[in-house]
C-alpha cells in the first residue's frame, strides 16, 4: 500500500463480455477498439476466467496475462426467463502489470454489482443485445401453437377447414419470434434504445483516464457514478488525548464550506503546540468528534502527531539516526528547519529567569536590562543591596512584560511554521547550524537525563547557533531519528488492595511546599544579586509541563498563610485510580485531569508510595 500518492495508473483496456447461448464466451465490445488484438493479448487464452464456473463468479478476480494485469468482476444471474436459464456478464479492465490498480478494485467491484441488480429488474444488458437468442421463448412458443378447440382428440381433421396455428414457414418463425421479442420488450417497459454498453465503455475509459471521476446517466433513475480515490495506509488508532497534532499544510486554505462542522471547529486551534484535549476544550468539541477528525487528517498526510513538549521530557537516539549523516536531503532540511526566524527575538532570552539584575557585563542578562534601566540606580554599589518592596514589583513587572511579548512572538513563529510544510522555512540570509553540531546534539541525547538537564549542558550551543529546541525535538520525532522515552507511574503496593481501599485524598497544609517556593524565591534572589549562581534552581521541575520555559514560575503573593491544595472531585479520583491501574502515562494524567506533574505526583503521594518507570 502506498505512503504518499504518485498518481493513478491509466486503463490500458476496458472491455465487455458476454456468455452467448451459442457462440460460448466473446468479446462483445472494447474500447479502444481492437487494442487487445493490436497488443498481441488472445481473449481464448484466458477465456474460462473472463466468463468462469459459478463458484468464481461474484468475486473480484485479478490475474495476469504477458505484461498486463486484467482484473474483472464476473457475474451470472439464474432465471428460466434466459435460453440456458442464466445470463453471465463482464466488464474486465486491462492495466499494465507494473502498477498499482488497488485504487480501482473497489470501483470495478461496485460496477459489477450495479449492473447485476439493474439486470435482474429490468434485463438492461440483456435487452441491450436485441438479440432474441438470450431469452427462452419456447414457452411463449408452446402457449401460442396450443391448438385453442376442445374436445378429447388433439388430431387435425384433414377435411377441416381450420388454419394451423403453428407457423408453415421460416419466415413465419422468425416473424413470431421477432413478435414475441418485441412484445417482451414492451412488457418490461423499456424502450430498445434507451442504452448503449459500447458508448458506455468509450465514456467510462475516457472519463476515469482524464479525470479519474465518471457520472454517467443509464435512464432516469440510474447512472454509473465512479470515483477513484487512492488507498494510503491506514491512520494509527493510537490516537490519544494528549497527543499534539502538527499540520503539515496550510489547512486554512484547503478548508472547505462542506466540511463536517467539527473539522471546521477543530482548525483554527490545530497550532503545533495546543494538544486534542485542549483542541476540544477550546472549540468546544467533543474529545471523541476531534480525535476522529484528527485521524482523518493523518489518513491525507494533512497532520503528523507528537507529544507533548516539556522539559521534563526524556529523549535518545533511534537506530536511524544513521540517516542523518547517509541522507543529504535530511540533514539540509534539518538545518533550515531548526534555526529561529529572522525576527525573533526568543533566542536573546536568557537561561533561567530571575527576579533581580544580575552582573552588568553577563552576556545573559542583556534582554533584562532594556527592561530594568530605569528602576536600577546609577550607582554601581547599590546593585549589591536588597531591594526595595517597591522597586522589585516594578522590575518583576517591567520584566514578566518582556518575557511575555518575546513568548508572544515566539509562538507565533511556532504556529506558523507549524502551518507550513517541514521542508520550506524562510531563513534566508543566515547562518545555519552545521550538519555536524546538529548530529552531535542528537546524538547527545540519551536516556539518563531529562531535556531540561540536556538543555543546561547545551545551552550556549544552542544560542550561538540560533537553534529552536522544540523544532528541533520535533524534527527529530518526525524522522524518527530520536524516540521518546514515556514515564509511567506505579504503585508499589497496588496489588495489595482493592481501589476501593485507597486512602482518599483530603485538603493538606503544604508547609513543605511552601518552604520549598520560598526557598526557589530565595534563589533566585541570590542569583540576581550574583550571589548566587543561575543553575542551582536547575534541578527544580517545572511547574507547568506545557510551558516551554522550564523556570516560569509564578512570582505572586508567597505569602503570609499556608497554602492548600484543593481536593480531588470523586470522578477525578476516580480517573486517577484507572489511569494508575491501566498502566497510562503522565501526559495522559495530567491531561485526564487537567493539572500539571507537580500537583499529580502530590495526590500520587497522597495514595501511597510509587515509582516513576521510563520506558
Known amino acids: 500500500m502506498l505512503s504518499y500518492f504518485q498518481g493513478f495508473v491509466p486503463i490500458h483496456t476496458i472491455f465487455y463480455s458476454v456468455f452467448h447461448p451459442t457462440e460460448g464466451s466473446k468479446i462483445k465490445y472494447e474500447f479502444p477498439p481492437n487494442n487487445l488484438k493490436n497488443h498481441g493479448i488472445n481473449f481464448n487464452t484466458f477465456k474460462n476466467y473472463i466468463i468462469p464456473k459459478p463458484i468464481l463468479c461474484h468475486k473480484l478476480i485479478t490475474f495476469k496475462y504477458g505484461t498486463y494485469r486484467i482484473v474483472c468482476y464476473p457475474v451470472t444471474i439464474n432465471s428460466p426467463i434466459y435460453a440456458r436459464n442464466f445470463f453471465s456478464f463482464n466488464f474486465v479492465f486491462v492495466f499494465p502489470y507494473d502498477c498499482e490498480t488497488s485504487p480501482y478494485e473497489p470501483a470495478i467491484t461496485r460496477l459489477g454489482k450495479m449492473f447485476k441488480v439493474l439486470e435482474e429488474q429490468n434485463q438492461l444488458l440483456s435487452k441491450s443485445e436485441r438479440d432474441p437468442v438470450f431469452f427462452d421463448l419456447k414457452v411463449l412458443e408452446n402457449s401460442t401453437t396450443t391448438p385453442s378447440t376442445a374436445g378429447p382428440s388433439s388430431t387435425p381433421n384433414p377435411s377441416s377447414n381450420t388454419t394451423p396455428t403453428h407457423p408453415t414457414s421460416e419466415k413465419d418463425t422468425k416473424d413470431m419470434r421477432s413478435s414475441r421479442y418485441s412484445d417482451l420488450i414492451k412488457d418490461l417497459g423499456l424502450p430498445q434504445s434507451a442504452f448503449s454498453i459500447q458508448d458506455l465503455l468509450m465514456r467510462i475509459f475516457q472519463d476515469l483516464n482524464n479525470y479519474s471521476e465518471c457520472l454517467i446517466p443509464i435512464d432516469e433513475?440510474?447512472?454509473?457514478?465512479?470515483?477513484?480515490?487512492?488507498?494510503?495506509?491506514?491512520?494509527?488508532?493510537?490516537?490519544?488525548?494528549?497527543?499534539?497534532?502538527?499540520?503539515?499544510?496550510?489547512?486554512?486554505?484547503?478548508?472547505?464550506?462542506?466540511?463536517?462542522?467539527?473539522?471546521?471547529?477543530?482548525?483554527?486551534?490545530?497550532?503545533?503546540?495546543?494538544?486534542?484535549?485542549?483542541?476540544?476544550?477550546?472549540?468546544?468539541?467533543?474529545?471523541?468528534?476531534?480525535?476522529?477528525?484528527?485521524?482523518?487528517?493523518?489518513?491525507?498526510?494533512?497532520?503528523?502527531?507528537?507529544?507533548?513538549?516539556?522539559?521534563?521530557?526524556?529523549?535518545?537516539?533511534?537506530?536511524?539516526?544513521?540517516?542523518?549523516?547517509?541522507?543529504?536531503?535530511?540533514?539540509?532540511?534539518?538545518?533550515?528547519?531548526?534555526?529561529?526566524?529572522?525576527?525573533?527575538?526568543?533566542?536573546?532570552?536568557?537561561?533561567?529567569?530571575?527576579?533581580?539584575?544580575?552582573?552588568?557585563?553577563?552576556?545573559?542578562?542583556?534582554?533584562?536590562?532594556?527592561?530594568?534601566?530605569?528602576?536600577?540606580?546609577?550607582?554601581?554599589?547599590?546593585?549589591?543591596?536588597?531591594?526595595?518592596?517597591?522597586?522589585?514589583?516594578?522590575?518583576?513587572?517591567?520584566?514578566?512584560?518582556?518575557?511575555?511579548?518575546?513568548?508572544?512572538?515566539?509562538?507565533?513563529?511556532?504556529?506558523?511554521?507549524?502551518?507550513?510544510?517541514?521542508?520550506?522555512?524562510?531563513?534566508?540570509?543566515?547562518?545555519?547550524?552545521?550538519?555536524?553540531?546538529?548530529?552531535?546534539?542528537?546524538?547527545?541525547?540519551?536516556?539518563?537525563?531529562?531535556?531540561?538537564t540536556w538543555y543546561e549542558s547545551k545551552y550556549m550551543i544552542l544560542k550561538e547557533n540560533n537553534i529552536d529546541i522544540r523544532r528541533f525535538i520535533t524534527f527529530g520525532l518526525e524522522k524518527r531519528i530520536i524516540y521518546r522515552c514515556y514515564s509511567f507511574p506505579v504503585m508499589i503496593n497496588a496489588g495489595s488492595r482493592e481501589p476501593k481501599e485507597m486512602t482518599p485524598i483530603i485538603t493538606k497544609d503544604l508547609v513543605n511546599n511552601d518552604k520549598l517556593l520560598e526557598k526557589r524565591n530565595h534563589n533566585h534572589l541570590l542569583s540576581a544579586t550574583g550571589s548566587r549562581n543561575t543553575a542551582q534552581s536547575g534541578n527544580l521541575k517545572p511547574e507547568r509541563p506545557s510551558k516551554v520555559s522550564f523556570e516560569m514560575q509564578r512570582v505572586s503573593s508567597l505569602a503570609t498563610g499556608k497554602s492548600t491544595m484543593p481536593k480531588l472531585s470523586d470522578e477525578e479520583e476516580g480517573i486517577l485510580e484507572e489511569s494508575i491501574r491501566n498502566a497510562e502515562t503522565f501526559d495522559k494524567i495530567c491531561v485526564l485531569l487537567s493539572k500539571p506533574k507537580l500537583e499529580v505526583e502530590s495526590y500520587l503521594n497522597e495514595l501511597g508510595e510509587f515509582k516513576v518507570i521510563n520506558s
Open 221 to 452: 433513475g440510474n447512472a454509473v457514478d465512479i470515483k477513484i480515490f487512492p488507498l494510503l495506509r491506514p491512520p494509527t488508532t493510537c490516537v490519544s488525548l494528549e497527543d499534539v497534532p502538527l499540520s503539515s499544510v496550510n489547512l486554512k486554505k484547503i478548508i472547505d464550506v462542506n466540511w463536517d462542522p467539527t473539522m471546521m471547529s477543530i482548525v483554527p486551534y490545530i497550532d503545533g503546540l495546543n494538544s486534542i484535549a485542549k483542541i476540544s476544550k477550546l472549540s468546544n468539541s467533543d474529545p471523541g468528534l476531534v480525535i476522529e477528525c484528527i485521524r482523518h487528517l493523518i489518513y491525507y498526510k494533512c497532520v503528523t502527531l507528537s507529544d507533548i513538549f516539556q522539559f521534563s521530557n526524556i529523549y535518545a537516539p533511534s537506530s536511524l539516526i544513521r540517516n542523518f549523516l547517509t541522507d543529504p536531503l535530511m540533514a539540509s532540511d534539518c538545518q533550515s528547519y531548526v534555526t529561529f526566524p529572522e525576527v525573533s527575538k526568543i533566542s536573546n532570552l536568557p537561561l533561567n529567569k530571575s527576579l533581580g539584575s544580575g552582573d552588568q557585563d553577563s552576556p545573559s542578562f542583556s534582554v533584562r536590562r532594556k527592561s530594568k534601566s530605569s528602576s536600577i540606580p546609577s550607582n554601581p554599589d547599590s546593585r549589591t543591596t536588597s531591594f526595595s518592596s517597591t522597586s522589585r514589583v516594578s522590575q518583576n513587572s517591567s520584566l514578566n512584560s518582556s518575557f511575555s511579548s518575546i513568548y508572544k512572538d515566539w509562538r507565533q513563529s511556532q504556529t506558523s511554521c507549524s502551518s507550513s510544510n517541514i521542508h520550506v522555512i524562510n531563513n534566508r540570509n543566515r547562518f545555519l547550524p552545521t550538519r555536524s553540531c546538529l548530529f552531535d546534539l542528537y546524538r547527545s541525547l540519551s536516556q539518563g537525563q531529562t531535556l531540561k
